[in-house]
């Protein structure tokens, strides 16, 4: 079990900022790979951004050059950094963990998950 708790989310005005937080801890072995996801009302659940532990970085088009992942070892703390919010931003983000590497930035790929934290961008 690798419990991940999520944290940061608000409401922001388009064109704010605002940084997730997802400690990751519990675990004996550190996940290899992490990951953010978010969820829309009515929409399936989509991936936004991962990292593994040498730090190689991956970002879905509709994030690129405005998210940053990025973590924090010794803080076992995975960050979600979002600039120039959009209102198509909103949904609920959640964290991601795995120890074996992912087939891509897939929710099936992902074992362990956290409960989610709402973010939303008002026009």
């Known amino acids: 079990q690798v419990p991940l708790v999520e944290s940061g989310g608000g409401s922001v005005q388009s064109g704010g900022s605002l940084r997730l937080s997802c400690a990751v801890s519990?675990?004996?072995?550190?996940?290899?790979?992490k990951a953010w996801f978010r969820q829309a009302p009515g929409r399936e659940r989509e991936g936004v951004a991962s990292?593994?532990?040498?730090?190689?970085?991956g970002y879905a088009d509709s994030v690129k050059d405005r998210f940053i992942i990025s973590q924090d070892n010794a803080k076992k703390t995975l960050y979600l950094q979002m600039n120039s919010l959009e209102p198509e931003d909103t949904a609920k983000y959640y964290c991601?963990?795995?120890?074996?590497?992912?087939?891509?930035?897939?929710?099936?790929?992902?074992?362990?998950w956290g409960q989610g934290t709402q973010v939303t961008v008002s026009s």
């Open positions: 519990g675990y004996t072995y550190r996940p290899s790979y």
């Open positions: 991601a963990a795995n120890y074996l590497a992912p087939r891509g930035l897939l929710p099936g790929e992902y074992h362990y």
């Open positions: 990292i593994d532990n040498t730090g190689t970085t």
